[in-house]
């Protein structure tokens, strides 16, 4: 079936501007992850939603960064002026959940995002 | 807090012969470990999880992990290895603080495997 995808591939923008980065989920998946991956880094975790709630934000780093995933499926990940420290590879993953249960994360293959 | 640390940033091995990706972690509680496979603009892999019951976790593409309660260890291995098995792997560990199922990375080690 289909995997996680993620629109676009690759973003490159200016300094200061407003980004969106689009992510679709599995299915039939209500846990929806985001994080960020710096070039010689793993995966850092920014947010994640149960449904259409925001239910563990405290990965974002700051108020410039946003997320909605206002209907429980399609999600977006929204940076307002951006710096070149935010340029790196955003990967959104999801999962099935249930109390208790630690079922695995699907991932996307990321957007690059380069600030200039 | 929950972390995994892995001490080597590459690891090389010739075709055919067993490997071992090394990956110890730091929990509260019983861990809940992971391991993914990255290759080259791609996103990560899933390749297998332990969560409770035996030591030994068999994964995807003959890739399996022995985890090590004493050792706090949960290291990757394969018998034989494949030039297709050159990749960036990552160790994970679900941070059960919040009660949710964020995974928190370790910063991967790079395995190359020679013909």
């Known amino acids: 079936g289909a995997g996680v995808s993620q629109t676009p591939s690759n973003k490159v923008t200016e300094k200061g501007k407003y980004v969106e980065l689009r992510c679709d989920p599995i299915s039939g998946h209500t846990a929806l992850y985001w994080y960020r991956q710096s070039l010689g880094q793993g995966p850092e975790f920014l947010i994640y939603f149960q449904g259409t709630g925001a239910a563990d934000d405290s990965g974002l780093p700051n108020d410039r960064f946003f997320a909605v995933r206002p209907e429980g499926s399609v999600s977006t990940l929204k940076i307002q002026r951006t710096e070149r420290g935010d340029s790196a590879v955003y990967l959104c993953a999801s999962s099935l959940t249930a109390a208790g249960v630690s079922y695995e994360q699907y991932f996307g293959p990321g957007t690059r995002l380069t600030v200039t | 807090a929950q972390s995994v640390a892995q001490p080597e940033d590459q690891v090389n091995v010739a075709e055919g012969n067993p490997l071992t990706v090394k990956c110890t972690y730091s929990?509260?509680?019983?861990?809940?470990l992971f391991w993914y496979v990255q290759y080259p603009n791609r996103g990560l892999q899933f390749l297998l999880k332990?969560?409770?019951?035996?030591?030994l976790v068999k994964g995807s593409y003959g890739f399996e992990a022995e985890f090590n309660k004493s050792q706090t260890s949960f290291h990757l291995k394969k018998p034989s290895a494949l030039v297709s098995d050159s990749a960036l792997y990552f160790c994970a560990v679900r941070d059960i603080r919040t009660g949710f199922q964020k995974l928190v990375f370790g910063t991967g080690t790079r395995l190359l495997v020679s013909p």
């Open positions: 929990v509260s509680g019983n861990p809940y």
């Open positions: 332990y969560i409770t019951g035996d030591n």
